[in-house]
């Protein structure tokens, strides 16, 4: 992250720290999609995935490990976004978050 501070910086910012869960294996999914893939979706997904991220860990979890799919139409069109990047990318790069 760098010193701007634009309100689209500021953001960012805060996407990322609301990324980072208490669990590795959503950090695993979800800190890869935002720097690879955030900044080339459509804004009605950027404002899904901020949805998401203000859910419950145990709620994202059961989502991104394919148990179960969000009711909410928005909500599963970026868990599957997000599950599709995650195992169509190497993001080895990120296993020492």
Same mark, same amino acid.
Do not use: C
């Given at each position: 992250?760098?010193? +701007?501070?634009?309100?689209?910086?500021?953001? %960012?910012? %805060?996407?990322?720290? @609301?990324? %980072? =869960? &208490?669990?590795?294996?959503? +950090?695993?999914?979800?800190?890869?999609?935002? *720097?690879?893939?955030? +900044?080339?979706?459509? *804004?009605?997904? #950027? $404002?899904?995935? !901020? !949805? /998401?991220?203000? &859910?419950?860990?145990?709620? /994202?979890?059961?989502? $991104?490990? @394919? =148990? *179960?799919?969000?009711? *909410?139409?928005? !909500?599963?069109?970026?868990? #599957?976004?997000?599950?599709? @990047?995650?195992?169509?990318? +190497?993001?080895?790069?990120? %296993?020492?978050?």
């Amino acid at each position: 992250m760098n010193d +701007d501070n634009s309100p689209a910086a500021i953001l %960012r910012k %805060r996407l990322y720290w @609301h990324s %980072r =869960r &208490g669990m590795w294996e959503l +950090d695993l999914l979800l800190i890869p999609f935002l *720097e690879q893939r955030f +900044d080339h979706i459509s *804004e009605a997904d #950027q $404002l899904a995935y !901020q !949805q /998401l991220i203000e &859910g419950e860990d145990q709620d /994202l979890f059961v989502w $991104l490990m @394919h =148990r *179960e799919w969000p009711e *909410e139409p928005s !909500q599963r069109r970026i868990v #599957q976004m997000i599950v599709e @990047h995650a195992e169509t990318t +190497d993001n080895s790069a990120y %296993r020492t978050l």
